[in-house]
Antibody
Framework: EVQLVESGGGLVKPGGSLRLSCAASGFTFSSYSMNWVRQAPGKGLEWVSSISSSSSYIYYADSVKGRFTISRDNAKNSLYLQMNSLRAEDTAVYYC?????????????WGQGTMVTVSS | DIQMTQSPSTLSASVGDRVTITCRASQSISSWLAWYQQKPGKAPKLLIYKASSLESGVPSRFSGSGSGTEFTLTISSLQPDDFATYYCQQYNSYRRTFGQGTKVEIK
């Protein structure tokens, strides 16, 4: 079964750091670009970051650029999001999602999400 | 970034109704548009890609149309399982953006 499972969310103080992980299974992880998308409580979806299959190309939303770092370990079938200098407005459910093609695509597979709460 | 605007924000409908949701892009995105369905507490589910292509396993009552800057999602006969929030997303570039969502409620 094709599956993405996020972990690493939790409660963190403003200015703190957190590292999210996304474990992939059921497909050849190293062949796909991957993404992080977030959703603040009661709000819509916001694309956060993308990374190509070989990590050659990385993109960030302006709202997280300079604070968040996306990375992947193809040997471990895992995607990561290092979040530093966290702000209250980063509070959200964070989803990892797969790009089914090498070009920008719709996201065909999503994880169940992990909640990040930034609060003192 | 390309801005995506959905209308309406909320839609009240009955089982069996034909429902149409509109999505407009701030600039031309050709047919690089997707539609997702999201239920409370769940991840979004891909319904339509490339404006009108139905994702595998999605019921044929869902259809998409449009190109350039104006797109529609149509549910031909609303079913109880379809009450959810729907989002459009452009993927004309890697900096993908979503519409604000349309909540389909029971009338």
């Amino acid at each position: 079964e094709v599956q993405l499972v996020e972990s690493g969310g939790g409660l963190v103080k403003p200015g703190g750091s957190l590292r999210l992980s996304c474990a992939a299974s059921g497909f050849t992880f190293s062949s796909y670009s991957m993404n992080w998308v977030r959703q603040a409580p009661g709000k819509g979806l916001e694309w956060v970051s993308s990374i190509s299959s070989s990590s050659s190309y990385i993109y960030y939303a302006d709202s997280v650029k300079g604070r968040f770092t996306i990375s992947r370990d193809n040997a471990k079938n895992s995607l990561y999001l290092q979040m530093n200098s966290l702000r209250a407005e980063d509070t959200a459910v964070y989803y990892c999602a797969r790009d089914p093609t090498s070009a920008p695509s719709a996201f065909d597979i999503w994880g169940q999400g992990t909640m990040v709460t930034v609060s003192s | 970034d390309i801005q995506m605007t959905q209308s309406p924000s909320t839609l009240s409908a009955s089982v069996g109704d034909r429902v149409t949701i509109t999505c407009r892009a701030s600039q031309s995105i050709s047919s690089w548009l997707a539609w997702y369905q999201q239920k409370p507490g769940k991840a979004p589910k891909l319904l339509i890609y490339k404006a009108s292509s139905l994702e595998s396993g999605v019921p044929s009552r869902f259809s998409g149309s449009g190109s350039g800057t104006e797109f529609t999602l149509t549910i031909s006969s609303l079913q109880p399982d379809d009450f959810a929030t729907y989002y459009c997303q452009q993927y004309n570039s890697y900096r993908r953006t979503f519409g604000q969502g349309t909540k389909v409620e029971i009338k």
